[in-house]
T-cell receptor, first 108, second 115 residues
C-alpha cells in the first residue's frame, strides 16, 4: 500500500542545533515529494518540493530512493522554525497524501 | 489575490444532524481538494474536484460527499453526523491537478464540533 510515515509526533531541538524531521514512504514507483509547514495561527503552506532541489528558510530535503525517505534538514535551528511539519507525496494518482505530521519545538 | 476562503469557520452540531461546508478557491484555480485534519490522524484526504468532476476520493464513508460548481467553488456535506466527525476540515485549491505541481493553497479551515 502507498503510505507516508512521519515517525515522530513531537520533536524538540535547542536553538542552534541541527534539525532533522523524518519522512518515510512506501511506494514502488517514483513519487513526487513535498514538505508543508503550518506556523502558529497561519495556514498550511508549501515549504519545498524535492524536484526543485531548493533550500527554503535554510531547510533542505533529499530523496533517498534506497531508504525510501525524504527527511527534512536544517543545520542550525531558529526559534521561528517552531511549527507543524507535514511530509506529502504524490504517488502518481493526482492527489497529495500527507503524513501525520511532526510538531517541532525550538527551545531557546 | 484573495486566498482560499472557507465558511463557516466554526460550527457546532449534534449527532445525527448534517452539515454543509463551503470553499471558494483562489481566482483562476480549477482544482479543489478537501482534507480532514485531526490531532491523531493528521491530514486525511477526502476528495478532489477538477472542473466540476470528482477526480479522486479518499477512504471515507458515503456520508461524506462533495461537489464543485462551474465557478470552481466547492461544497462538502456530511450527513448523519457522528462524534468522530469532529475535526478541522481544510479546503485547498490549485490551478492544475494537485499532482502536477504539488502546490496546494489552503484555507483556514472549518472547525466542526459534534456533540
Amino acid at each position: 500500500a502507498q503510505r507516508v510515515t512521519q515517525p515522530e509526533k513531537l520533536l524538540s531541538v535547542f536553538k542552534g542545533a541541527p534539525v532533522e524531521l523524518k519522512c518515510n514512504y512506501s511506494y514502488s514507483g517514483s513519487p513526487e515529494l513535498f514538505w508543508y509547514v503550518q506556523y502558529s495561527r497561519q495556514r498550511l503552506q508549501l515549504l519545498l518540493r524535492h524536484i526543485s532541489r531548493e533550500s527554503i528558510k535554510g531547510f533542505t530535503a533529499d530523496l533517498n530512493k534506497g531508504e525510501t525517505s525524504f527527511h527534512l534538514k536544517k543545520p542550525f535551528a531558529q526559534e521561528e522554525d517552531s511549527a507543524m511539519y507535514y511530509c506529502a507525496l504524490n504517488f502518481g494518482n493526482e492527489k497529495l497524501t500527507f503524513g501525520t505530521g511532526t510538531r517541532l519545538t525550538i527551545i531557546p | 489575490k484573495a486566498g482560499v476562503t472557507q465558511t463557516p469557520r466554526y460550527l457546532i452540531k449534534t449527532r445525527g444532524q448534517q452539515v454543509t461546508l463551503s470553499c471558494s478557491p483562489i481566482s483562476g484555480h480549477r482544482s479543489v481538494s478537501w482534507y480532514q485534519q485531526t490531532p491523531g490522524q493528521g491530514l486525511q484526504f477526502l476528495f478532489e474536484y477538477f472542473s466540476e468532476t470528482q477526480r479522486n476520493k479518499g477512504n471515507f464513508p458515503g456520508r461524506f460527499s462533495g461537489r464543485q460548481f462551474s465557478n470552481s467553488r466547492s461544497e462538502m456535506n456530511v450527513s448523519t453526523l457522528e462524534l468522530g466527525d469532529s475535526a478541522l476540515y481544510l479546503c485547498a485549491s490549485s490551478f492544475n491537478l494537485p499532482g502536477n505541481t504539488g502546490e496546494l493553497f489552503f484555507g483556514e479551515g472549518s472547525r466542526l464540533t459534534v456533540l
